[in-house]
């Protein structure tokens, strides 16, 4: 299981999201350019002492994370609104890219038409979306209980 950022732009939500990385083993690709620098002290902040526990793929473009994706033969899950397809009745595979795109305005139709499957998270009519953390905090929830993927230990 890997989770993707498409060029994130809030450092505490991407801080968040390595953290979320960091306790379930998953990777966490990021696709520049972010809308921060990775060293930001917000950034650091909320990922804590835990970003050294995460394995952290930067790709500098969205090009090269296709390109990489494609040749490893990955399947790729966008998370968003403009889907009708909810993320509990969608069947993942341990090896899924679970993709979350930019806070300020979600991903490009390139991306829409890239991604294998679109996943919607369900809410109340009217409000626009969950903060992506959340979001993504949901669909790894769903993604590793269906995957048997979720750690054991004591932790």
């Not at 050294?52 to 040749?71: G, L, T």
Request: glycine share 8%; proline share 5%; with cysteine.
């Amino acid at each position: 299981m890997r989770i993707a950022l498409y060029e994130p732009d809030i450092p505490q939500n991407t801080g968040t999201i390595l953290r979320l990385c960091a306790c379930f083993g998953i990777a966490a690709h990021l696709i520049e350019p972010a809308g921060f620098p990775v060293d930001d002290r917000a950034f650091r902040r909320a990922g804590m002492d835990y970003l050294d526990q995460v394995e952290i793929v930067r790709h500098k473009s969205w090009p090269d994370f296709e390109q990489w994706r494609r040749r490893e033969g990955l399947r790729l899950l966008l998370f968003t609104t403009q889907s009708a397809a909810f993320y509990l009745d969608h069947s993942y595979r341990a090896d899924d890219i679970l993709l979350f795109g930019r806070e300020s305005a979600g991903v490009p139709d390139a991306v829409h038409q890239a991604a294998d499957a679109r996943l919607k998270i369900p809410m109340r009519e009217g409000l626009r979306s969950l903060n992506v953390a959340m979001a993504a905090a949901m669909a790894v929830g769903e993604a590793m209980r269906q995957t048997d993927g979720i750690p054991s230990g004591t932790a």
